[in-house]
């Protein structure tokens, strides 16, 4: 069993950055590939970025390529997402996953309760 926990969101202004942190309580998490994910209002949850247990290795969904970067940190249990230049198509509320073997598809076993990010005009 994963918790994770995201922080970070809030409210920022087209053209700011935003850093969210996703903390997770396992003793096995650089065995998990960490995900974040997120779903604005009517919308389904969507794939944003992906990072191997080791952190050597990054995937992102094309329309975040240059704006988004995922790392983690495995000493400390914590997975990042650096936001920049964000858009307010990019307000939703934005999940961190783990998931573990297999690690595909771009999916996640465990599921974070997600921290709103609002992207005003």
């Known amino acids: 069993q994963v918790q994770l926990v995201e922080s970070g969101g809030g409210l920022v202004q087209a053209g700011g950055s935003l850093r969210l942190s996703c903390a997770a309580s396992?003793?096995?998490?650089?065995?998990?590939?960490m995900r974040w994910f997120r779903q604005a209002p009517g919308k389904e949850r969507e794939f944003l970025a992906g990072i191997s247990p080791s952190g050597a290795n990054t995937d992102y969904v094309d329309f975040v390529k240059g704006r988004f970067t995922i790392a983690r940190d495995n000493a400390k249990n914590t997975v990042y997402l650096q936001m920049n230049n964000l858009k307010p198509e990019d307000t939703a509320v934005y999940y961190c996953g783990a998931k573990g073997v297999p690690y595909n598809p771009r999916v996640a076993d465990y599921w974070g309760p997600g921290t709103q990010v609002t992207v005003s005009s």
């Open positions: 396992t003793r096995t998490f650089n065995a998990y590939v």
